[in-house]
């Protein structure tokens, strides 16, 4: 940390130089302008960036014939997430078939991806979406609607054997993924760019907290698809009634304990974040009596059947990690 003292010109202004290896750095000439951010812990963010326009960062990725695909795959999610609002591959050569159809697959997860320049050894990927047009907590409700919507239709396919839901179910997950992978673009956007955390009017610390919760969202969607896995391994087996009716029972108490965090985090209520966390301990009691019954089943019928307990638990619990960092975010604001 370099230390400059504050001076007084003229009687009454303040002013006080800057590191002149900083100025070179944002090539800043005589009489340019600078911007002045006041940040939420009072400290001042002196930036050349006054357009109120995002820098524009490009990834390039050279590929070929040999190119692994599913590391290809992540490393186009990973420059999506990092916040390159350009991304270009280029090959030596004619461009391979299948890098043409990652792409465009690519393009269809990734929300605000398009491609926007192709010739036979290259293909461009632009950014065309402002994150300044999707609020943190807009996605963070939509997100809660899909998982919460996944696991009352996988425990659905359970109990009408539907191989259908079953499966519609699993192709949804792609759809939380997505959502999840744009709130970490913009964690990160806003992170490099506090101007841009202006724009959106959310704090910086905040949209760390937003992510950190669209991550455990995204982990309870991953729980549904495990229980619409199973329940595909159990259309044709029976499961008595007395068993099928407490896991109904046990997921309908976890997605209650689900909606309750979510109400916690949108109004900040820390009193109910904590008095939801007390119920995860009536939902693990309930796992474990299910867990208790499958022991009489078939191998065929019992693992699936624990694998679906698991997960209903599991939904809890993540629940429960909601109301955590809404108790440690909240705390932590107001002292």
Not at 96 to 119: D, K, S, W
Not at 138 to 153: C, E, F, P, S, V
Not at 159 to 167: E, F, K, M, V
Not at 243 to 249: K, P, R
Request: with cysteine; charged share 25%; hydrophobic share 45%.
């Amino acid at each position: 940390m370099e230390i400059r003292k504050v001076q007084i010109t003229g009687g009454s202004s303040y002013i006080v130089s800057l590191p002149k290896q900083w100025i070179r750095s944002a090539n800043i000439q005589k009489n340019d302008p600078v911007g002045l951010v006041v940040q939420p812990d009072g400290s001042l963010l002196i930036t050349p960036k006054i357009s109120g326009e995002s820098a524009h960062r490009t990834r390039v990725f050279e590929v070929g014939a040999a190119t692994d695909r599913t590391y290809l795959l992540r490393l186009l999610v990973g420059a999506y997430i990092a916040g390159f609002t350009t991304i270009r591959l280029e090959a030596k050569g004619r461009m391979p078939p299948f890098i043409l159809q990652l792409v465009r697959e690519f393009t269809q997860m990734a929300i605000g991806q398009e491609v926007v320049g192709e010739t036979d050894s290259s293909i461009t990927i632009k950014d065309l979406l402002n994150p300044a047009e999707m609020p943190f907590e807009n996605t963070i409700k939509r997100m809660h609607l899909l998982a919460r919507g996944m696991q009352q239709d996988a425990m659905a396919a359970i109990r009408g054997h539907d191989t259908a839901l079953a499966g519609d179910v699993i192709v949804r997950d792609t759809e939380v993924d997505r959502l999840h992978w744009l709130i970490a673009r913009q964690d990160n956007l806003i992170a490099n760019d506090a101007t841009l955390a202006r724009r959106m009017g959310i704090p910086v610390t905040r949209a760390a907290y937003c992510f950190q919760v669209s991550r455990i969202i995204e982990r309870i969607a991953d729980h549904a698809t495990r229980v619409a896995h199973n329940a595909l391994l159990l259309i044709d087996r029976e499961i008595e009634a007395a068993t099928l009716d407490l896991m109904d029972e046990s997921s309908a108490l976890a997605l209650q304990i689900f909606s309750w965090s979510m109400e916690a985090f949108h109004a900040g209520d820390v009193a109910k974040a904590n008095t939801t966390l007390q119920r995860v301990r009536d939902l693990e009691e309930m796992t474990r009596d299910i867990n208790a019954r499958v022991l009489r089943f078939d191998a065929v019928t019992a693992i699936p059947t624990g694998q679906i307990a698991d997960s209903i638990r599991r939904i809890g619990e993540y629940s429960g990690d909601i109301c955590e960092s809404v108790i440690n975010y909240t705390v932590g604001q107001t002292a």
